[in-house]
């Protein structure tokens, strides 16, 4: 799947960066709170902005994602303090791998959103809820260009 390709890619990047070996899954069930502090991985391969495309694919959506970030932020919170964890929220890296696996896994296999929208449409529709997604960000009132994981320099 192309996104199970690019979530290795972030992976690779927390190496090269000398952050950790390796960015652990928020749901692992191994996972230890000293690993909060330095970064997690919220995501699952092939999800998308379509409601559809988690559900096509057996994924964790997009918005579920979003609620385990806001879990993270608390259990974060319990571990740091709550003027550490804005600290470390403030200086973090996000990084969101999402999009082309709505079209290929979306639009083109299930076809059902072509009954309603043309490429283009579609397309406007999964920037909006993009925009959306983002936005819902700053609600939390944290400056998030991107999500993926997190990602904080050693030390921390």
Do not use: W
């Amino acid at each position: 799947m192309h996104g199970c390709s690019r979530i290795k890619q972030v992976f690779h990047l927390v190496e090269e960066l000398g952050l950790k070996e390796l960015l652990p899954a928020y749901l692992d069930p191994n996972l230890k709170p000293s690993d909060l502090p330095t970064g997690v991985c919220f995501a699952s391969g092939a999800s998308g902005y379509d409601p559809l495309t988690p559900k096509v694919v057996s994924v964790i959506s997009m918005s579920a994602q979003l609620e385990m970030f806001k879990e993270y932020l608390g259990r974060l919170k319990a571990v740091v303090g709550e003027k550490k964890k804005n600290y470390i929220i403030a200086n973090t890296l996000f990084i969101v791998v999402a999009g082309s696996d709505d079209l290929a896994n979306t639009y083109f296999t299930i076809r059902t959103p072509q009954l309603h929208y043309d490429v283009p449409a579609y397309t406007d529709l999964m920037v909006s809820k993009a925009s959306e997604f983002v936005k819902e960000h700053e609600e939390l009132e944290y400056s998030v260009q991107h999500q993926l994981g997190t990602y904080h320099h050693k030390g921390l």
